[in-house]
T-cell receptor, first 115, second 117 residues
Framework: AQKITQTQPGMFVQEKEAVTLDCTYD???????LFWYKQPSSGEMIFLIY??????QNATEGRYSLNFQKARKSANLVISASQLGDSAMYFC????????????FGTGTRLQVTL | NAGVTQTPKFRILKIGQSMTLQCAQD?????MYWYRQDPGMGLKLIYY???????DKGEVPNGYNVSRSTTEDFPLRLELAAPSQTSVYFC????????????????FGEGSRLTVL
């Protein structure tokens, strides 16, 4: 069974608009962490934001925020005021306790920001 | 601070050849990982290590071997390369995750693109 599901293979958003990238996860572990990484066309993996399962508040980092709905097991990434440089692949990933900090990745969403 | 360094960045192999992808980190991280990324897909874990002398299989270990003789280095060996091993390989490292918080964030190398023909 998929542990991390990203159902949007591709998304388009206009510059300066907000966009939400979906991520659902599956775990029976009460303690886990959720990550979002950005992969531009150059190929490197860039850490964006983290949410712990016990965190009471949704994580925010600049224009990135994580809409964490624990009961629904969803961890959607919200990018506000999109910029052309946001065009990239975005990966959601999960770390479960006791797994040597291994991350399990989703299949990614390709975001294209248009003028 | 170099972070995680992978070499080579690009390589073309013939079927049946062997090679080693090198990975070194200078952050004194205990944990190191090898992932592969097939076109249009997410990353899949090949092998990981929690410290020198300790390695373990990930999700897709077949056709690969690793060793961890020092904290800094974690080479990935491909024996008898096959076209199915054409992929981009990422090495990553992290501190141990000891509790809540983003500790345990993975730091990635720039990737090594391997083509097997």
């Amino acid at each position: 069974a998929q542990k991390i599901t990203q159902t949007q293979p591709g998304m388009f958003v206009q510059e300066k608009e907000a966009v939400t990238l979906d991520c659902t996860y599956d775990t029976s572990d009460p303690s886990y962490g959720l990550f979002w990484y950005k992969q531009p066309s150059s190929g490197e993996m860039i850490f964006l934001i983290y949410q712990g399962s016990y965190d009471q508040q949704n994580a925010t980092e600049g224009r990135y925020s994580l809409n964490f709905q624990k009961a629904r097991k969803s961890a959607n990434l919200v990018i506000s005021a999109s910029q052309l440089g946001d065009s990239a692949m975005y990966f959601c990933a999960m770390r479960e306790i006791g797994t040597a900090s291994k991350l399990t990745f989703g299949t990614g969403t390709r975001l294209q920001v248009t003028l | 601070n170099a972070g995680v360094t992978q070499t080579p960045k690009f390589r073309i192999l013939k079927i049946g050849q062997s090679m080693t992808l090198q990975c070194a980190q200078d952050m004194n991280h205990n944990y190191m990982y090898w992932y592969r990324q097939d076109p249009g897909m997410g990353l899949k874990l090949i092998y990981y290590s929690v410290g020198a002398g300790i390695t373990d299989k990930g999700e897709v270990p077949n056709g690969y071997n690793v060793s961890r003789s020092t904290t800094e280095d974690f080479p990935l060996r491909l024996e008898l390369a096959a076209p199915s091993q054409t992929s981009v390989y990422f090495c990553a490292s992290s501190y141990p995750h000891l509790g809540g918080g983003p500790d345990g964030e993975l730091f990635f190398g720039e990737g090594s693109r391997l083509t097997v023909l």
